[in-house]
């Protein structure tokens, strides 16, 4: 015989409970890196989260006061791995606003391309991982194939696929190939037939929608006090986005929107990542429309094209009067530039950039200028002084600030890096949410280890 | 806002609490002493016409081992004057570290209003190296600041939790320090090197 | 593994070695950037399925090959050996990236040198970060000793008690 009911009532109530922790460990499924997440559950529901972070600290800013300041470029690229690019224009235009010196305008133009074709594998990545967390496992094959493609694209320019340390204080390596806006039509066709596939597929798939709407929900005033920018602030509905308000290189003269979203949850920051991919293919495009012309020949009745190996040849065996005016002929992501790309990839300000290698074998004024920027105790030597130069990585602004003083290595150098502030809020967003909640908000944080713990 | 009117309105305000201020390179850098910090954060945030809504940034620099590298003045002594762009105004040279103080906070604030940027550096002793935390008017601050301890052992009163952010709890000694030896190693498993 | 002469043993140690290298299930530890080309390596355009070590187990306890994916900072690294203890035999462990290989270029306080001083290493794949034409060499390589069923158990391990005495 069953109890009475009011006797029932008072022993459920009676019963002890306890919240549960769950460490959700440094090693988890997730393709994100290693952080580590202490949920305090009552039930299915997470009551507090803590967050703990520095699993992949690797000490870039001690290492950046080791060595010089073009030598810091490969450690910026393995800041936002994702998207290396936008870290490396974002350390050399600190360290040019600091020595106070522009780079040619197509040098620009190059650095805006390249930092776009580089926004866009990001956020391929970072939507195509947070679907396949949800099950679509498709949506993740496809993103990294239109992925693969940009990557293929980036290594014609730069020699490498991910980690390309492209650009220099003072300009970039190499000028783009000739044959450069064929493949990129290609890629672009590529990656909008991926992106129109996975919006057909996840945009209005039920258990997508369902998962994202409501979840991980934060304010924009939230987020602005916690230093949140990028496309996390913009999902919220603040639009603040580096390359608009404080425009750099040539952001202010290329159309783009900036898209925002409405209630701050996952399903507006998704969506906020699709367009703006959508955006960063109409500023490659506007940008490959605007681009000032590329290579002149030096001497156009004198000079000829000389292959790079022939020009070496020669002139070490003293012979130099034989390639006087011509320019030597390089691949790109090899030898890097000869002299007819020079002065459109790169700042004439001697004391920074190394010469072309036709002067630096040609004539003394050329390999003064290659000694004193390569020789141990020289190189580039920005004035005394700090700089903060803010760009708009990814995940959203990603500052540099730089002392300087004066001798060969950066004093100081300080990555904001955009994730931090994000990751810091972590445990505001997932507070109150089921633990299921946890993933779709995680993916979409963009966690990027090598930036968030350097 | 234009550099100098935000110089301005900051002093205008706390006479007292300013050192000094520069604008290198665009950039507005005002020195305060250590013990305004709070009330001025709170009047960025607030005041209307500065209305800094963001902090950026909170980091730290130490200036002990400034200008002991050799360093052959490549700029000053060639005789040729380095020529920056119309775009970035360079009156004058930076007047050199905050201080004599070892270390320097640096805060880098923004306004999404007003679009203009701020930098207060506030100079520390190693002997009593504890500044105001700023977690109460952005909560944003507490992991910045938990990195400063970390990196520099830089403390900040009224903190919720100062504790080791990026190393781990055993790490002893503050890895950003200029003192510290880049191969110097701790570690937890595994031989020492 | 000693080979006592008989012909049926050693044909089934050869379908056993078949067995194992054909269906490697990889517990990919990713840390860092080496972990995009190993997504590009798992993904269509290189596939690593079609040599059956396309399933990766994110449960040490059903893994059989570590792919340590990405520099080891010592803060991981006891977990790392954690992860490591918890497979059971036979187990491979492939050390993907320089900075696991050799520390890469981040000599510094905060990073461990190589892998191989905490945990028996069978292959390294250098590169920063390797081609996935490299990882998939690496893989092959991988298959071979799965094959002649040499596996890490084998092999001393070095001493993982920590160098320091802990106060």
């Given amino acids: ?87 490396n224009m974002g350390y050399c235009m600190a360290v040019e606003k600091l020595l106070g010196i522009t780079v040619p305008e197509r040098c620009q133009y190059v650095r805006v391309i390249l930092s776009e074709i580089s926004r866009i594998c990001d956020h391929l990545t970072c939507v195509g991982a947070s679907a396949m967390e949800l099950g679509s496992f498709t949506v993740f094959l496809y993103m990294i194939k239109a992925r693969e493609f940009l990557w293929e694209l980036v290594e014609k320019v730069t020699g490498a696929r991910m980690t390309v340390s492209y650009c220099r204080v003072g300009g970039v390596k190499a000028d783009l190939p000739d044959d450069f806006a064929a493949p990129c039509k290609k890629a672009f066709a590529e990656t909008r037939t991926v992106l129109a596939e996975s919006d057909g597929l996840l945009t209005r798939n039920r258990i997508f929608v369902d998962r994202m709407s409501g979840t991980g929900v934060i304010s924009a005033a939230d987020a602005i006090s916690y230093g949140i920018t990028g496309p996390f602030l913009r999902g919220t509905g603040a639009d603040y986005d580096v390359r608009k308000d404080c425009p750099y290189a040539v952001y202010d003269r290329l159309p783009f929107d900036v898209p925002v979203g409405t209630r701050g949850d996952n399903m507006d920051r998704y969506l906020v990542r699709m367009e703006e991919m959508e955006q960063s293919m109409r500023i490659v495009e506007a940008a490959l429309r605007q681009i000032p012309p590329g290579p002149v020949q030096v001497h156009p009745e004198t000079g000829r094209p000389i292959p790079a190996a022939e020009m070496v040849d020669l002139a070490k065996v003293g012979n130099i009067a034989a390639f006087r005016d011509d320019s030597a002929v390089t691949c790109p992501t090899l030898e890097g530039s ?64 730089v002392v300087s003083d004066g001798s060969g290595s950066p004093y100081r150098v300080r990555v904001r890096p955009p994730c931090f502030a994000i990751m810091s809020a972590l445990s505001k967003l997932l507070t109150g949410d089921m633990i299921a909640d946890m993933i779709p908000t995680f993916g979409s944080v963009n966690m990027i280890g090598g930036e968030l713990d350097r | 806002m234009n550099p100098a009117s935000l110089i301005e309105s900051i002093q205008n305000r706390f006479p007292d609490a300013v050192s000094s201020f520069h604008t290198y390179r665009g950039d507005v850098t005002v020195i305060l002493r250590r013990e305004s910090l709070l009330e001025i954060a709170r009047f960025l945030k607030e005041d209307p016409a500065l209305a800094m809504n963001y902090l950026m940034d909170l980091t730290a620099v130490d200036y002990s081992a400034f200008g002991k590298r050799p360093a052959p003045a490549f700029f000053a002594s060639s005789g040729v004057t380095v020529r920056p762009s119309p775009q970035i105004p360079d009156e004058e040279p930076w007047p050199g570290p905050p201080s004599d103080a070892r270390f320097a906070v640096v805060y880098h604030f923004y306004s999404t209003a007003h679009k203009h940027r701020l930098r207060l550096v506030i100079p520390v002793d190693e002997a009593a190296a504890e500044v105001d935390s700023l977690t109460s008017l952005w909560p944003g601050a507490n992991w910045l600041e938990r990195e400063a301890w970390d990196m520099f052992g830089i403390g900040f009163r009224g903190h919720p939790d100062l504790k080791r952010i990026l190393m781990y709890q055993e790490f002893e000694g503050h890895p950003l320090r200029k003192d510290y030896p880049v191969k110097k190693r701790q570690p937890l498993i595994g031989p020492t090197n | 593994m000693t080979h006592d002469g008989s012909f049926l043993t050693s044909r089934l140690e050869e379908a056993i070695g078949w067995a194992r290298k054909y269906s490697i299930f990889q517990y990919p530890f990713v840390t860092a950037c080496c972990g995009m080309e190993y997504m590009a390596t798992a993904c269509s355009h290189y596939d690593v399925d079609r040599f059956g070590a396309g399933l990766p187990r994110f449960s040490p306890r059903q893994a059989d090959v570590l792919f340590v994916v990405g520099t080891i900072s010592h803060k991981i690294a006891p977990v790392l050996r954690r992860i490591y203890d918890q497979m059971a035999e036979p187990k491979w462990v492939v050390a993907f990236g320089v900075c696991t290989c050799t520390g890469g270029f981040y000599d510094n306080y905060a990073t461990v040198m190589g892998i191989d001083t905490i945990l028996p290493v069978d292959v390294y794949i250098p590169g920063c970060p390797p081609r996935p034409e490299m990882v998939l060499d690496g893989l092959i390589k991988l298959q071979e000793r799965i094959q002649h069923q040499q596996q890490t158990g084998q092999r001393p391990a070095p001493d993982p008690r920590p160098a320091v005495v802990e106060s």
Avoid at chain 1, 12 to 26: C, F, H, I, K, S
């Fill in chain 1, 1 to 87: 015989m069953s109890p009475p009911a009011n006797e029932t009532h008072q022993a459920v109530a009676d019963v002890e409970t306890r919240d549960m922790l769950l460490n959700v460990g440094p090693a988890h499924p997730a393709m994100h890196g290693i952080i580590r997440i202490l949920a305090k559950l009552d039930g299915e529901r997470i009551q507090d989260a803590e967050v703990e972070i520095g699993y992949l600290h690797r000490g870039f800013e001690k290492m950046a006061e080791t060595v010089d300041y073009n030598g810091v470029m490969p450690y910026t690229d393995r800041l936002n791995y994702v998207s290396p690019l936008i870290n």
């Fill in chain 1, 338 to 401: 000869g002299r007819a790309s020079h002065p459109a990839i790169a700042t004439d300000e001697k004391r920074v950039f190394l010469p072309p290698k036709e002067d630096t074998y040609g004539n003394i004024e050329g390999l003064m200028q290659q000694f004193k920027l390569v020789m141990f105790g020289h190189g580039v030597r920005p004035p005394k002084g700090e700089v903060y130069f803010p760009v708009e990585g990814a995940n959203g602004e990603l500052g540099f600030y």
